[in-house]
């Protein structure tokens, strides 16, 4: 088959690392890559919202599957573009429609649908820009810490949690009337907040059937300790300890089987991944968030633990057939630590010359915001590399990551030295 996978960060360079590994990869391109994908792939200069060029190319390369790596291109709508079109109508697409996108696209919209179909969640109220005053008066009857959700995508930031209802209300003017988000918040969530361990449940469906992938814990603070503004990610652990067999039974029965109904129910034809962001509160999931696609840095920890040929499972879910298809993983830990470039998640630098990228690592090395200049690889973005150790308990894993992150340096270099720390003493 010849496969194109849309993105440029991490996760995409772990997609394109698994799918290589296929007998049925023939030919596989992503675009528009890193540094990184261009060792497995070929990378080609498009931009992961330009549909025609993008559909150009699949016709001219005969792309068999396509592989949708963020959420932007879901969200415009790039399934409806391709079903639209004669010449791609027929090309096997991983990722949802317009419809089913919202449930990342649109934070009002998925706890709507959340409430609908009874996957439990958190309490929470939405507001526009028109009802700031309303908006107040909700929060001086809420009981602080309270969790502020831009409606709309933010790049992973526009999650905002605040102590004091003074500082909350602050917060919401920044949102709404100043648009710290820009139209991501148009419109907020205020939302009950919700005291437990998170962790993420991912779910690959072919809009009837699915299969559970391995589950990771993702570290979203970019201070050690859980400290500082939110990130995109810096760093996971998969498995998690407290995510045992009883606790994935209440996962299946209460979130995931309602979701996929809900969907079925809805007429929402769902042929990709579903990220499910959960909150263990005292051994009860609770549904703290959905996303279309799959997580990053959680892609990286968890694709290393998938025995299956993957392509066959993306194939699977594209066309319909994941009846009885099982996920077969490794009983193997894997720690992924994110290096990010100093100044993030504000503003920082690019340009900086990656060292040690040539040296043997003890850890896989997956490419998130690098590319190449002329001999040298630099730093394209804020989190910059991602790299997974493994190992046969979290010790090993995080050892053999934490190593590999020790050969390598640029200007500027920060990484957190305690993922997978906190949950040590539960394996």
Not at 373 to 384: E, K, L, M
């Amino acid at each position: 088959m010849n496969i194109l996978i849309l993105g440029n960060g991490g996760r995409e360079h772990a997609f394109a690392w698994k799918i290589s590994q296929s007998k049925q990869c023939s030919k596989l391109f992503v675009a528009p890559g890193n540094a990184g994908t261009a060792s497995v792939a070929e990378n080609i200069p498009i931009a992961v919202d330009d549909f025609e060029k993008i559909g150009k190319f699949c016709v001219e390369q005969a792309i068999n599957l396509v592989v949708v790596g963020p959420e932007a291109p879901l969200v415009k709508g790039i399934r409806d573009y391709f079903e639209q079109e004669l010449t791609l109508k027929t090309i096997l697409l991983v990722g949802p429609g317009k419809d089913g996108a919202q449930l990342e696209g649109s934070k009002d919209f998925s706890k709507q649908f959340m409430l609908r179909h009874d996957v439990p969640t958190a309490k929470a109220k939405t507001f526009g820009a028109t009802e700031v005053n309303e908006a107040f008066q909700y929060l001086d009857a809420c009981t602080p810490p309270i969790v502020l959700k831009a409606d709309g995508l933010a790049s992973g930031k526009g999650v905002i949690i605040t102590p004091d209802i003074a500082e909350a209300k602050n917060t919401i003017r920044e949102m709404l009337i100043d648009k710290k988000f820009g139209e991501a918040s148009s419109k907020v969530l205020i939302e009950e907040f919700l005291s437990g361990i998170e962790l993420s449940v991912f779910v690959l469906t072919d809009g009837k059937n699915y299969v559970i992938l391995p589950e990771a814990k993702d570290y979203k603070r970019i201070g050690e300790g859980d400290t500082g503004p939110n990130t995109g990610g810096m760093g996971a652990i998969s498995p998690v300890p407290f995510a045992d067999d009883v606790f994935m039974k209440k996962v299946e029965d209460r979130v995931i089987k309602p979701t996929i109904a809900g969907l079925h129910k809805e007429n929402i034809n769902y042929k990709g991944f579903i990220f499910i962001g959960l909150m263990n509160c005292n051994g009860n999931p609770y549904v703290i968030e959905y996303n279309a696609r799959m997580g990053d840095p959680e892609t990286q920890a968890v694709l290393p633990r998938i025995k299956n040929d993957i392509v066959g499972l993306l194939v699977d879910a594209a066309s319909g057939n994941l009846h009885g298809k099982k996920i077969e993983q490794t009983t193997d830990y894997a720690a992924t630590v994110v290096m990010v470039s100093g100044g993030y998640p504000g503003d920082y630098p690019k340009g900086k010359v990656i060292n040690g990228l040539e040296a043997k690592n003890p850890a896989l090395v997956f490419h998130a915001g690098t590319k190449q200049t002329g001999q040298n690889t630099v730093t394209d973005g804020g989190r910059v590399l991602a790299l997974t150790g493994s190992g046969a308990n979290m010790g090993q894993a995080r050892e053999k990551a934490y190593a590999g992150v020790a050969k390598l340096s640029w200007e500027g270099v920060y990484f957190r030295k305690d993922i997978g720390m906190d949950l040590m003493d539960k394996t």
